[in-house]
């Protein structure tokens, strides 16, 4: 017998004599339960459920390159590229009294690599028509092209406000936080305001009456606009009237402005637009503001503005305005803008 067939055989007697144990039982783990995400049609288009939550989320944001023109609007040059970022997200659920809504706004801005700003946009939360936060208020509102000069310097505002509203109306009041209003000489960044807005569609109408109080100041302004569609597009008219320079509106004692939004295609919309201004002072700094319009000049302004759809989400807009105060140098301005919006 050889060598080989010894090994065996003591292999097959080693088995033989051994007792079979059990081998030990291999345990699998329970997964983990995983929650995808669903959708939320509750509030509209976009929203998704948060989850492990009942709240419903939003996200949406634009990129937008912009090159504006305009004497030394880059310094020493007439012409200057900023780039935009912005995301926006919207918080939904249902409470008893209603959605309670909260929103965020982050923006940043960069005007080249190294000069770049980044600030909360909008920051606020509403619930039964009651917002409180960092929001725009009714005066941020204009027209539909970029002729119009009709809103406040400022147009941001920590405030409170309570708006009723139905499918085709709106009223509201608001307490507002003007820090960063327009302040005359000698006066500091401590001042409150109180604005009114009330608006809504009939048919193919739409109008807008705005109002405020600047307590500091001690002065206010009103605004009314109105749209209508007339013929291939729409006729936009508004007039603003200021008892003195205020934090609401100050680049005039009043102004009148109208412009006729042409659709000329369903992608492509040319807009002519004009504004009368009595008493001019100009878009102003925000301090030393004079105590009336006494004395200031009339000036007048015309523009046009080109909308285009490049495809789903994707835009291109291109502005030219014309100014001309009485009794000083007349000026051009313009920009030229991409925007993909998602």
Request: aromatic share 14%; hydrophobic share 40%.
């Amino acid at each position: 017998m050889n060598i080989k067939m010894v090994l065996l055989a003591s292999a097959a007697a080693f088995a033989a004599s051994t007792p079979v144990l059990a081998a030990d039982a291999i345990v699998a783990a329970e997964p983990e339960p995983v929650e995808y995400v669903r959708v939320c049609d509750a509030y509209g288009t976009g929203y998704f459920y948060i989850p492990g939550t009942e709240t419903c989320l939003k996200i949406e944001g634009y990129i937008r390159f912009q090159v504006n023109v305009g004497e030394n609007v880059g310094g020493d040059s007439d012409w200057d590229a900023v780039t935009r970022g912005q995301v926006q997200f919207t918080a939904k659920s249902d409470t008893e009294y209603g959605p309670l809504t909260g929103v965020i706004v982050l923006q940043a801005n960069a005007d080249n690599a190294s000069t770049q700003e980044t600030k909360l946009d909008s920051a606020y939360l509403d619930v039964a028509g009651f917002r409180a936060g960092l929001f725009y208020s009714w005066w941020d509102d204009g027209l539909s092209g970029e002729t119009d000069d009709i809103g406040s310097v400022e147009t941001l505002h920590n405030s409170i406000r309570y708006q009723y509203e139905t499918g085709t109306f709106y009223a509201g009041l608001s307490v507002d936080e003007l820090e960063d209003g327009v302040f005359k000489t000698g006066e500091a960044p401590n001042n409150v305001g109180v604005a009114f807005g009330i608006g809504g569609t009939a048919g193919a109408f739409s109008y807008q009456v705005t109002g405020g109080w600047d307590f500091d100041n001690e002065d206010g302004a009103i605004r009314a606009m109105g749209t209508a569609e007339l013929g291939p597009g729409t006729l936009g008219l508004a007039a603003v009237y200021s008892s003195g320079p205020n934090s609401y509106y100050s680049q005039a004692e009043w102004a009148v402005a109208a412009e006729y939004a042409i659709k000329a295609t369903d992608k492509l919309k040319i807009t002519p637009g004009v504004q009368y201004y009595g008493k001019y002072w100009g878009t102003p700094a925000k301090l030393g503001a004079p105590d009336d319009f006494d004395g200031l000049d009339d000036a007048w302004k015309a523009g046009l503005t080109v909308d285009y759809q490049i495809v789903d989400n994707f835009y291109a807009k291109a502005s030219v305005q014309y100014l001309k105060p009485e009794h000083e140098d007349d000026s051009w301005t313009g920009y030229f803008r991409l925007q993909r919006s998602f």
